[in-house]
């Protein structure tokens, strides 16, 4: 019972470290990703609702600390992309209380590979040895692993915030590899387990390459990689322009980020609405608000973990019955318990 309690009274002070009201977003993959569009002055206004969780060390600013979003997102020669427009479409549809942050950590012209822990440092040291080293520099900037620091990233997104899925697009690189769909997967698989996230509440959004570009062939393994995680969503990107450059095109156009932008926000919109917790059922009196299920209210710290310890549910911790409940509308921590359809809470933090 009493490391029952410890545990629970630890996890009560993690809960009251974090703002349930940031939204954090770990982004990743290559240019498009990263960003190709010009910076306009337009994308120099900052929303203070929209953050950007600095995860490359340049512009004077702190690795892993919270920022007004601007470009660059990610390394220091991103542009506008993704992750831009997706940001500031959430803040504009979500409610005045939700701030959003994106942690981007994105390099183009390389492979699924360079995020994946058991195979980035073999595919560094190749591409040092063929000479293929322009983009080194970017991968300094991440501190030289950027599956490393997507994690740190995620752990100080949990810490600060909740971690409300990923943002991905990828695979140019990689057209000529068979096995790319389960690459993606695998790459998912390790951060939900190395983060210790709940991958039914942890959705990936996948975006399709440029349909008119020179890879939209692709676009049959971008849905097979979508499809195979349970929680993966395809973005679709027809419609959106594709950029023709010198040598290749593969990059959107501005109008092409801005479409791209928006429906990954709109999807994580729609995503978030799947996610709202269920009304709280408890029977109340009309007259009077205290509820009729044993409700303990706390006064002192000491006061809460004897409150925890005299609940008639925590015994069944382990079980996965009862489970932590924060209402961000009466600022206090519940535990949550159902039993034969009957939902019950009880308050262990905060005043009524």
């Keep these: 019972m009493k490391k029952i309690v410890f545990l629970l009274a630890a996890l009560i002070a993690a809960s009251f470290a974090q703002d349930p009201n940031l939204h954090i977003y770990l982004a990743y993959g290559q240019s498009n990703m990263s960003g190709q569009a010009t910076v306009t002055d337009k994308d120099r206004v900052q929303d203070p609702r929209f953050l950007v969780l600095r995860a490359a ?5 702190t690795v892993g600390e919270f920022y007004p979003a601007a470009p660059p997102m990610g390394h220091s020669q991103s542009k506008v992309g993704i992750a831009d427009i997706f940001g500031r479409t959430m803040v504009a549809n979500l409610p005045d209380s939700i701030k959003v942050a994106v942690a981007n950590i994105a390099i183009g012209g390389q492979s699924i590979d360079l995020f994946d822990k058991d195979r980035n440092k073999t595919y560094v040291q190749n591409a040092k040895n063929k000479g293929d080293t322009w983009w080194i520099q970017y991968l300094d900037e991440y501190g030289g692993d950027v599956y490393k620091r997507i994690v740190e990233m995620g752990k100080i997104a949990k810490q600060k915030g909740v971690i409300k899925g990923f943002l991905f697009h990828q695979g140019e690189a990689d057209y000529q590899m068979n ?6 997967k695998k790459v998912y698989d390790d951060l939900i387990a190395e983060l210790e996230l709940d991958p039914e509440q942890t959705p990936i959004l996948i975006g399709e390459l440029a349909p008119t570009g020179d890879l939209g ?4 393994a971008v849905k097979q990689a979508a499809d195979l995680i349970p929680n993966g969503h395809l973005i679709s990107a027809q419609g959106c322009p594709a950029l023709k450059e010198a ?3 593969l990059h959107f156009t501005r109008e092409g980020y801005e479409t791209f932008g928006k429906r990954y926000a709109e999807t994580m919109l729609e995503i ?3 996610q709202t ?5 408890t029977t109340q009196n009309p007259e009077d608000t205290t509820t009729t299920d044993t409700t303990v209210t706390d006064t002192t710290a000491q006061d809460t973990i004897l409150a925890i310890g005299r609940l008639p549910g925590v015994n069944a911790v382990g079980n996965s019955a009862p489970k932590l409940y924060f209402d961000a509308k009466e600022q206090a921590l519940f535990i949550r318990t159902e039993k034969n359809g009957v939902v019950r809470r009880y308050r262990v933090t905060g005043r009524q």
């Design 57 to 61: 060390k340049h512009s004077n600013q």
């Design 179 to 184: 096995d790319w769909p389960s690459r993606v």
């Design 217 to 220: 062939w692709r676009n049959d």
């Design 247 to 249: 040598s290749y095109t």
């Design 272 to 274: 978030l609405k799947t």
């Design 277 to 281: 917790p269920p009304p709280d059922t």
